[in-house]
Protein backbone atom coordinates (compact mmCIF):
# COMPACT_ATOMS: atom_id res chain seq x y z
CA UNK A 1 0.00 0.00 0.00
CA UNK A 2 1.49 3.14 -1.18
CA UNK A 3 1.84 6.38 0.83
CA UNK A 4 2.24 9.42 -0.96
CA UNK A 5 2.89 12.68 1.46
CA UNK A 6 2.95 15.84 -0.33
CA UNK A 7 5.66 18.39 0.55
CA UNK A 8 6.70 22.10 -0.19
CA UNK A 9 8.77 25.08 1.50
CA UNK A 10 6.86 26.79 4.68
CA UNK A 11 5.25 23.67 5.50
CA UNK A 12 3.91 22.86 8.95
CA UNK A 13 5.70 20.06 9.47
CA UNK A 14 3.92 17.94 11.95
CA UNK A 15 1.09 17.70 9.41
CA UNK A 16 3.07 15.78 7.96
CA UNK A 17 4.83 13.74 10.23
CA UNK A 18 2.16 12.93 12.21
CA UNK A 19 0.16 10.89 9.88
CA UNK A 20 3.56 9.56 8.35
CA UNK A 21 4.56 7.96 12.06
CA UNK A 22 0.98 6.14 12.51
CA UNK A 23 0.65 5.19 8.24
CA UNK A 24 4.23 3.81 7.83
CA UNK A 25 3.57 1.67 10.99
CA UNK A 26 1.09 -0.13 8.29
CA UNK A 27 1.75 -3.66 7.50
CA UNK A 28 2.90 -3.56 4.33
CA UNK A 29 2.97 0.59 4.12
CA UNK A 30 5.36 2.03 1.33
CA UNK A 31 5.37 5.50 2.24
CA UNK A 32 6.81 8.55 -0.16
CA UNK A 33 7.58 12.19 0.63
CA UNK A 34 6.78 14.19 -2.90
CA UNK A 35 7.49 17.45 -3.90
CA UNK A 36 6.54 19.98 -6.88
CA UNK A 37 10.65 18.56 -7.25
CA UNK A 38 12.74 16.20 -5.51
CA UNK A 39 14.93 17.55 -2.46
CA UNK A 40 14.88 19.21 0.19
CA UNK A 41 12.47 21.79 1.34
CA UNK A 42 12.10 23.75 4.66
CA UNK A 43 9.28 24.24 7.06
CA UNK A 44 7.48 27.91 7.83
CA UNK A 45 9.30 27.96 11.07
CA UNK A 46 12.52 27.94 8.46
CA UNK A 47 14.63 25.70 11.15
CA UNK A 48 14.25 22.34 9.73
CA UNK A 49 14.70 20.95 6.42
CA UNK A 50 12.86 17.89 4.96
CA UNK A 51 13.42 15.64 1.73
CA UNK A 52 11.34 14.87 -0.77
CA UNK A 53 12.70 11.95 -2.34
CA UNK A 54 10.73 12.31 -5.37
CA UNK A 55 9.22 14.72 -7.54
CA UNK A 56 5.43 14.78 -8.13
CA UNK A 57 6.67 13.87 -11.93
CA UNK A 58 8.08 10.38 -10.65
CA UNK A 59 4.57 9.49 -8.37
CA UNK A 60 1.97 9.07 -10.72
CA UNK A 61 -0.04 6.49 -8.45
CA UNK A 62 -1.27 6.11 -4.83
CA UNK A 63 -3.65 4.14 -2.42
CA UNK A 64 -3.28 6.88 0.29
CA UNK A 65 -2.74 10.62 -0.55
CA UNK A 66 -1.95 13.04 2.54
CA UNK A 67 -1.27 16.87 1.84
CA UNK A 68 -0.48 18.53 4.65
CA UNK A 69 -0.58 22.52 5.54
CA UNK A 70 1.26 25.82 6.28
CA UNK A 71 2.07 28.88 4.67
CA UNK A 72 2.90 27.53 1.65
CA UNK A 73 -0.13 25.39 1.35
CA UNK A 74 -2.38 28.15 1.43
CA UNK A 75 -0.45 31.05 -0.05
CA UNK A 76 1.88 28.93 -2.53
CA UNK A 77 0.63 25.32 -3.69
CA UNK A 78 -3.33 26.81 -4.23
CA UNK A 79 -1.34 28.90 -6.87
CA UNK A 80 0.49 26.37 -8.47
CA UNK A 81 -1.47 24.60 -11.25
CA UNK A 82 1.19 22.13 -11.72
CA UNK A 83 0.75 20.39 -8.59
CA UNK A 84 -2.69 21.23 -8.14
CA UNK A 85 -3.08 19.00 -11.56
CA UNK A 86 -1.38 15.98 -9.83
CA UNK A 87 -3.13 16.74 -6.51
CA UNK A 88 -6.38 15.72 -8.79
CA UNK A 89 -4.56 12.93 -10.73
CA UNK A 90 -3.28 10.90 -7.92
CA UNK A 91 -6.54 11.23 -6.41
CA UNK A 92 -8.47 9.52 -9.38
CA UNK A 93 -6.76 6.52 -8.57
CA UNK A 94 -6.41 6.79 -4.48
CA UNK A 95 -8.16 4.87 -2.26
CA UNK A 96 -7.91 7.92 0.29
CA UNK A 97 -7.15 11.47 -0.14
CA UNK A 98 -6.87 12.89 3.20
CA UNK A 99 -5.32 16.33 3.98
CA UNK A 100 -4.15 17.72 7.67
CA UNK A 101 -4.67 21.67 8.44
CA UNK A 102 -4.39 23.85 5.62
CA UNK A 103 -3.80 21.23 3.22
CA UNK A 104 -7.66 21.05 2.58
CA UNK A 105 -7.39 24.52 1.13
CA UNK A 106 -5.38 22.61 -1.45
CA UNK A 107 -7.53 20.05 -1.79
CA UNK A 108 -10.03 22.60 -2.44
CA UNK A 109 -8.23 24.62 -4.89
CA UNK A 110 -7.74 21.24 -6.50
CA UNK A 111 -11.54 21.59 -7.06
CA UNK A 112 -12.17 17.67 -4.68
CA UNK A 113 -14.19 19.84 -1.85
CA UNK A 114 -16.94 21.12 -4.02
CA UNK A 115 -20.55 19.88 -2.00
CA UNK A 116 -18.51 18.21 0.80
CA UNK A 117 -18.24 18.67 4.32
CA UNK A 118 -14.68 19.71 4.98
CA UNK A 119 -12.52 20.53 8.25
CA UNK A 120 -8.52 22.61 8.24
CA UNK A 121 -7.49 25.11 11.07
CA UNK A 122 -9.83 26.36 13.01
CA UNK A 123 -8.46 30.31 11.95
CA UNK A 124 -8.39 29.05 8.16
CA UNK A 125 -12.10 27.46 8.41
CA UNK A 126 -14.39 30.24 6.82
CA UNK A 127 -11.64 30.08 3.86
CA UNK A 128 -13.16 26.38 2.78
CA UNK A 129 -16.21 27.92 1.25
CA UNK A 130 -14.41 29.65 -1.52
CA UNK A 131 -14.07 26.28 -2.98
CA UNK A 132 -17.51 24.95 -2.33
CA UNK A 133 -17.37 23.31 0.45
CA UNK A 134 -19.03 23.09 3.59
CA UNK A 135 -16.85 24.06 6.63
CA UNK A 136 -17.24 21.86 9.70
CA UNK A 137 -15.37 21.97 13.35
CA UNK A 138 -14.67 18.82 13.80
CA UNK A 139 -11.29 17.09 14.88
CA UNK A 140 -11.59 14.66 11.58
CA UNK A 141 -14.08 14.53 8.87
CA UNK A 142 -15.17 11.78 6.51
CA UNK A 143 -16.77 11.85 3.33
CA UNK A 144 -16.60 9.29 1.33
CA UNK A 145 -12.94 8.78 0.22
CA UNK A 146 -12.00 12.04 1.36
CA UNK A 147 -10.84 12.53 4.76
CA UNK A 148 -9.98 16.27 5.71
CA UNK A 149 -8.74 16.88 9.81
CA UNK A 150 -8.13 20.33 11.66
CA UNK A 151 -5.01 21.65 12.60
CA UNK A 152 -1.37 20.34 12.89
CA UNK A 153 -1.75 18.04 15.54
CA UNK A 154 -4.84 16.44 14.86
CA UNK A 155 -3.28 14.51 11.71
CA UNK A 156 -2.38 11.62 14.20
CA UNK A 157 -5.57 11.41 15.09
CA UNK A 158 -6.96 11.44 11.35
CA UNK A 159 -4.01 8.86 10.40
CA UNK A 160 -5.40 6.54 13.65
CA UNK A 161 -8.76 6.28 11.43
CA UNK A 162 -7.63 5.64 8.93
CA UNK A 163 -5.27 2.68 10.30
CA UNK A 164 -8.71 1.67 11.73
CA UNK A 165 -10.69 1.55 8.05
CA UNK A 166 -7.90 0.05 6.42
CA UNK A 167 -6.30 -2.47 8.48
CA UNK A 168 -8.95 -2.71 11.84
CA UNK A 169 -9.06 -1.91 15.28
CA UNK A 170 -6.48 -4.46 16.40
CA UNK A 171 -3.47 -3.14 14.39
CA UNK A 172 -5.17 0.45 14.89
CA UNK A 173 -5.06 0.37 18.78
CA UNK A 174 -1.37 -1.41 18.56
CA UNK A 175 0.13 1.76 16.40
CA UNK A 176 -1.25 3.97 19.27
CA UNK A 177 0.07 1.82 21.74
CA UNK A 178 3.36 1.84 19.71
CA UNK A 179 3.58 5.95 19.60
CA UNK A 180 2.71 5.99 22.74
CA UNK A 181 -0.74 8.27 21.86
CA UNK A 182 -1.87 8.58 25.33
CA UNK A 183 -2.06 12.64 25.07
CA UNK A 184 -1.76 14.47 28.46
CA UNK A 185 -1.24 18.42 27.54
CA UNK A 186 -0.84 20.70 30.65
CA UNK A 187 -4.05 22.83 29.39
CA UNK A 188 -7.45 21.94 27.88
CA UNK A 189 -7.12 25.05 25.09
CA UNK A 190 -6.76 22.71 22.35
CA UNK A 191 -9.87 24.35 20.46
CA UNK A 192 -11.37 27.89 20.16
CA UNK A 193 -14.87 25.68 21.84
CA UNK A 194 -12.34 25.31 24.85
CA UNK A 195 -9.26 28.17 24.83
CA UNK A 196 -10.55 31.68 26.81
CA UNK A 197 -11.21 34.55 24.50
CA UNK A 198 -7.70 35.68 25.96
CA UNK A 199 -5.66 32.91 24.36
CA UNK A 200 -7.61 33.05 21.26
CA UNK A 201 -6.61 36.55 20.81
CA UNK A 202 -3.35 35.88 21.76
CA UNK A 203 -2.85 32.90 19.66
CA UNK A 204 -4.08 35.11 16.56
CA UNK A 205 -0.89 37.74 16.97
CA UNK A 206 1.13 35.08 17.83
CA UNK A 207 0.20 33.48 13.99
CA UNK A 208 0.66 36.65 12.79
CA UNK A 209 3.73 36.97 10.88
CA UNK A 210 5.58 40.13 11.67
CA UNK B 1 16.49 31.07 22.80
CA UNK B 2 18.58 28.51 21.46
CA UNK B 3 16.86 25.10 21.21
CA UNK B 4 19.07 22.46 19.84
CA UNK B 5 17.26 19.01 18.88
CA UNK B 6 19.98 16.20 17.80
CA UNK B 7 18.95 13.63 14.94
CA UNK B 8 20.75 11.10 13.37
CA UNK B 9 19.80 7.58 11.49
CA UNK B 10 16.98 5.62 12.49
CA UNK B 11 15.67 8.44 14.73
CA UNK B 12 11.97 8.01 15.16
CA UNK B 13 10.41 11.21 13.52
CA UNK B 14 7.66 12.51 15.55
CA UNK B 15 10.13 12.10 18.78
CA UNK B 16 11.88 15.57 17.06
CA UNK B 17 8.89 16.74 15.29
CA UNK B 18 6.32 16.87 18.29
CA UNK B 19 8.73 19.33 20.71
CA UNK B 20 10.14 21.03 17.46
CA UNK B 21 6.63 22.47 16.40
CA UNK B 22 5.79 23.67 19.85
CA UNK B 23 9.68 25.14 20.67
CA UNK B 24 9.88 26.77 17.70
CA UNK B 25 6.45 28.92 17.98
CA UNK B 26 8.19 30.28 21.39
CA UNK B 27 8.53 34.01 21.01
CA UNK B 28 12.23 34.50 20.31
CA UNK B 29 12.91 30.57 19.97
CA UNK B 30 15.68 29.78 17.46
CA UNK B 31 15.85 25.92 16.87
CA UNK B 32 18.68 24.14 15.14
CA UNK B 33 18.81 20.66 14.39
CA UNK B 34 22.35 19.03 14.58
CA UNK B 35 23.95 15.47 14.27
CA UNK B 36 27.10 14.15 14.28
CA UNK B 37 27.88 15.50 10.63
CA UNK B 38 25.51 17.94 8.99
CA UNK B 39 23.47 16.89 6.31
CA UNK B 40 20.37 14.24 5.79
CA UNK B 41 19.64 11.76 8.33
CA UNK B 42 16.95 9.09 7.74
CA UNK B 43 14.04 8.02 9.96
CA UNK B 44 13.67 4.13 11.17
CA UNK B 45 11.15 4.19 9.03
CA UNK B 46 13.37 4.25 6.51
CA UNK B 47 11.15 6.73 4.05
CA UNK B 48 11.43 10.21 5.51
CA UNK B 49 14.95 12.34 5.19
CA UNK B 50 15.43 14.74 7.65
CA UNK B 51 18.50 17.56 7.29
CA UNK B 52 20.76 18.78 10.00
CA UNK B 53 21.92 22.02 9.49
CA UNK B 54 24.69 21.88 11.73
CA UNK B 55 27.02 19.44 13.06
CA UNK B 56 28.07 18.33 16.84
CA UNK B 57 31.49 20.73 16.27
CA UNK B 58 28.97 23.59 15.26
CA UNK B 59 26.94 24.00 18.68
CA UNK B 60 28.59 24.42 21.32
CA UNK B 61 25.83 25.69 23.65
CA UNK B 62 22.54 25.98 23.51
CA UNK B 63 19.38 26.86 26.25
CA UNK B 64 17.20 23.95 25.89
CA UNK B 65 18.58 20.49 24.46
CA UNK B 66 15.95 17.59 22.89
CA UNK B 67 17.18 14.08 22.56
CA UNK B 68 14.53 12.20 20.37
CA UNK B 69 14.38 8.29 20.41
CA UNK B 70 14.44 5.36 17.95
CA UNK B 71 16.46 2.66 16.90
CA UNK B 72 19.18 4.54 15.98
CA UNK B 73 19.32 6.47 19.63
CA UNK B 74 19.19 3.34 21.85
CA UNK B 75 21.47 1.29 19.41
CA UNK B 76 23.78 3.83 17.85
CA UNK B 77 24.29 7.17 19.57
CA UNK B 78 24.38 4.56 23.00
CA UNK B 79 27.50 3.67 21.74
CA UNK B 80 28.82 6.90 19.80
CA UNK B 81 31.00 8.46 22.40
CA UNK B 82 31.70 11.50 20.56
CA UNK B 83 27.94 12.15 20.44
CA UNK B 84 27.69 11.35 23.94
CA UNK B 85 30.55 13.43 24.79
CA UNK B 86 28.26 16.53 23.43
CA UNK B 87 25.10 15.94 24.92
CA UNK B 88 27.60 15.72 28.55
CA UNK B 89 29.24 19.29 27.08
CA UNK B 90 25.79 20.86 26.07
CA UNK B 91 24.18 19.86 29.40
CA UNK B 92 26.53 21.65 31.03
CA UNK B 93 25.47 25.14 29.63
CA UNK B 94 21.57 24.08 29.67
CA UNK B 95 18.76 25.31 31.16
CA UNK B 96 16.51 22.08 30.48
CA UNK B 97 18.04 19.10 28.81
CA UNK B 98 14.83 16.71 27.94
CA UNK B 99 14.76 13.37 26.25
CA UNK B 100 12.20 12.30 24.27
CA UNK B 101 11.24 8.09 23.90
CA UNK B 102 14.36 6.41 23.96
CA UNK B 103 16.13 9.47 23.55
CA UNK B 104 16.00 8.98 27.55
CA UNK B 105 18.62 6.11 27.05
CA UNK B 106 21.09 8.71 25.73
CA UNK B 107 20.89 10.63 28.20
CA UNK B 108 21.59 7.69 30.56
CA UNK B 109 24.56 6.78 28.59
CA UNK B 110 25.82 10.09 28.20
CA UNK B 111 25.32 9.67 32.40
CA UNK B 112 22.97 12.59 32.60
CA UNK B 113 20.18 10.23 34.79
CA UNK B 114 22.29 8.99 38.01
CA UNK B 115 19.72 8.49 40.41
CA UNK B 116 16.83 10.59 38.62
CA UNK B 117 13.39 9.31 38.35
CA UNK B 118 13.02 9.46 34.33
CA UNK B 119 10.83 8.18 31.31
CA UNK B 120 11.19 6.47 28.38
CA UNK B 121 9.10 4.48 25.88
CA UNK B 122 6.94 1.70 27.84
CA UNK B 123 8.85 -1.45 25.78
CA UNK B 124 12.38 -0.16 27.21
CA UNK B 125 11.65 1.72 30.54
CA UNK B 126 13.76 -1.08 32.49
CA UNK B 127 16.51 -0.32 30.62
CA UNK B 128 16.97 2.95 31.96
CA UNK B 129 17.92 1.49 35.07
CA UNK B 130 21.16 -0.13 33.37
CA UNK B 131 22.22 3.70 33.38
CA UNK B 132 21.55 4.11 37.18
CA UNK B 133 17.61 5.74 37.01
CA UNK B 134 14.70 5.19 38.51
CA UNK B 135 12.12 4.00 35.75
CA UNK B 136 9.12 6.41 36.46
CA UNK B 137 5.73 5.31 34.18
CA UNK B 138 4.41 8.95 33.76
CA UNK B 139 4.22 10.82 30.29
CA UNK B 140 6.71 13.45 31.55
CA UNK B 141 9.01 13.61 34.38
CA UNK B 142 10.87 16.31 35.64
CA UNK B 143 13.83 15.98 37.88
CA UNK B 144 15.07 19.66 38.12
CA UNK B 145 16.49 20.73 34.76
CA UNK B 146 15.93 17.37 33.21
CA UNK B 147 12.79 16.59 31.74
CA UNK B 148 12.00 13.03 29.99
CA UNK B 149 8.84 11.98 28.50
CA UNK B 150 7.40 8.76 27.59
CA UNK B 151 6.99 7.31 23.91
CA UNK B 152 7.12 9.30 20.94
CA UNK B 153 4.08 11.08 20.67
CA UNK B 154 4.33 12.52 24.31
CA UNK B 155 6.85 14.92 23.30
CA UNK B 156 4.58 16.86 22.68
CA UNK B 157 2.93 17.33 25.96
CA UNK B 158 6.82 17.42 27.23
CA UNK B 159 6.90 20.43 24.94
CA UNK B 160 3.96 22.06 25.96
CA UNK B 161 4.69 21.61 29.95
CA UNK B 162 8.17 23.10 29.03
CA UNK B 163 6.86 26.17 26.83
CA UNK B 164 4.31 26.86 30.11
CA UNK B 165 7.35 26.72 32.50
CA UNK B 166 9.76 29.08 30.09
CA UNK B 167 6.86 31.89 28.74
CA UNK B 168 3.90 30.75 31.31
CA UNK B 169 0.73 29.33 31.32
CA UNK B 170 -0.87 32.25 28.60
CA UNK B 171 1.97 31.19 25.94
CA UNK B 172 1.61 27.26 26.29
CA UNK B 173 -2.37 27.83 25.97
CA UNK B 174 -1.65 29.55 23.37
CA UNK B 175 0.73 27.24 21.59
CA UNK B 176 -1.59 24.78 22.23
CA UNK B 177 -4.31 26.42 20.37
CA UNK B 178 -1.91 27.58 18.14
CA UNK B 179 -1.18 23.58 16.64
CA UNK B 180 -4.84 23.03 17.94
CA UNK B 181 -3.50 20.12 20.00
CA UNK B 182 -7.09 18.91 21.32
CA UNK B 183 -6.95 14.73 21.19
CA UNK B 184 -9.03 12.94 20.09
CA UNK B 185 -7.88 9.60 19.18
CA UNK B 186 -10.35 6.82 18.52
CA UNK B 187 -9.81 4.65 20.69
CA UNK B 188 -7.76 5.00 24.20
CA UNK B 189 -5.49 2.24 23.83
CA UNK B 190 -2.07 4.58 24.10
CA UNK B 191 -0.51 3.10 27.29
CA UNK B 192 -0.11 -0.64 28.74
CA UNK B 193 -1.99 0.44 31.74
CA UNK B 194 -4.98 1.21 29.13
CA UNK B 195 -4.45 -1.20 26.10
CA UNK B 196 -5.61 -4.93 26.33
CA UNK B 197 -2.71 -7.73 26.74
CA UNK B 198 -3.79 -8.68 23.13
CA UNK B 199 -3.15 -5.22 22.00
CA UNK B 200 0.36 -4.85 23.44
CA UNK B 201 1.45 -8.69 22.45
CA UNK B 202 0.20 -7.73 18.81
CA UNK B 203 1.96 -3.99 19.09
CA UNK B 204 5.21 -6.09 20.93
CA UNK B 205 5.21 -8.07 17.45
CA UNK B 206 4.81 -5.47 15.36
CA UNK B 207 7.92 -3.92 16.92
CA UNK B 208 10.11 -6.51 16.40
CA UNK B 209 12.24 -6.16 12.94
CA UNK B 210 11.93 -9.07 10.64
Redesign the interface.
Known amino acids: MRVAILIFDRI???DA??P??VL??L?DA????VSEHAG?RRSD?G?????A?RSIDEVTAADILVVPGGPGAREDVVKNPRVLEWVRDIDRGTTWTTSV?TGAIVLGAAGLLRGLDATT??AHLERLRDYGANPVSR??VEQGKIITA?????G??MA??LA?IVAG???????????????????D????A???A???R??RS??TPR
Not at 30 to 33: A, G, L, P, Y
Not at 150 to 154: E, I, Q, R, T
Not at 169 to 187: H, K
Not at 189 to 192: A, E
Open positions: TALIGYESRPEVVFMRSLGLHDCHWRVAGVSSIDLRQDRVAQSLQLWIEYDPAPPFSGSPKASETILTMM
